[in-house]
């Protein structure tokens, strides 16, 4: 039995801006199939969010399908997905077949930022070129993200909220420990001594960080 794929209407709004406000720059919304080569679920085109923030996907058939919006406006995520007034997941959804009509809505949500200056053991700003904000995103990552410092500076951007593990260092400290040839072991050693901050929606948090010492790790 053959039949035509459906089209699928949606809206796209980004949190705190006003229902149908133009998107500063032209994005698209398109839908991946959450099993690529599975029966029935071609790669569907791309379809361009209008100044009202509505789009329409053409010929959508039967599927399990993820959500992607290109490009993303800079320093936004996706905060929330919903399929005929139900939230969907990262597994995706599952469409028996489309249909007139807006069912999907897309929220953009703000990503926060965090900065600072990072202080040495005195107190005083650390201009070490050795010194870096170790960042862990979330409870099963063990090797931490390496972000420099420029002068006395950091700058963490494009978070999601939620909660991180932050670190400064001064790698200079750590030249000549014994178990730093272990990177594993070393950086749950390092994570152990990390201090637990939480970051807001939008919010640009400024921290200042003193870099741990070696007898704490």
Do not use: C
């Not at 720059?25 to 029966?39: D, H, N, S, T």
């Amino acid at each position: 039995q053959l039949a035509p794929g459906e089209d699928l209407g949606g809206s796209l709004v980004v949190a705190g801006e006003a229902a149908g406000a133009a998107p500063a720059r032209r994005i698209a919304v398109k839908l991946e199939a959450a099993e690529p080569g599975g029966l029935g679920t071609p790669e569907t085109s791309p379809a361009q969010v209008g100044k009202d923030g509505s789009f329409r996907i053409p010929a959508v058939f039967p599927g399990r399908y993820r959500v992607r919006v290109e490009p993303l406006p800079e320093g936004a995520f996706i905060r929330s997905v919903m399929l005929d007034s139900a939230a969907v997941d990262d597994a995706g959804f599952e469409l028996s077949n489309g249909g007139p009509g807006d069912r999907l809505k897309i929220t953009l949500g703000r990503n926060a930022s965090l900065s600072g200056t990072v202080l040495g053991h005195d107190g005083a700003p650390l201009t070490s070129p050795l010194a870096e904000v170790l960042l862990w995103k979330d409870a099963a990552q063990v090797r931490p993200e390496h972000n420099p410092v420029a002068g006395s500076r950091y700058a963490l951007k494009d978070l999601r909220p939620g909660k991180y593990q932050v670190l400064a260092v001064d790698a200079f400290d750590f030249t000549n420990l014994a178990g730093a040839n272990n990177p594993d072991e070393f950086a749950k050693a390092l994570l152990a001594a990390a201090e637990e901050i939480e970051v807001e929606e939008g919010v640009r948090l400024v921290k200042d960080l003193k870099v741990v010492a070696k007898e704490d790790i």
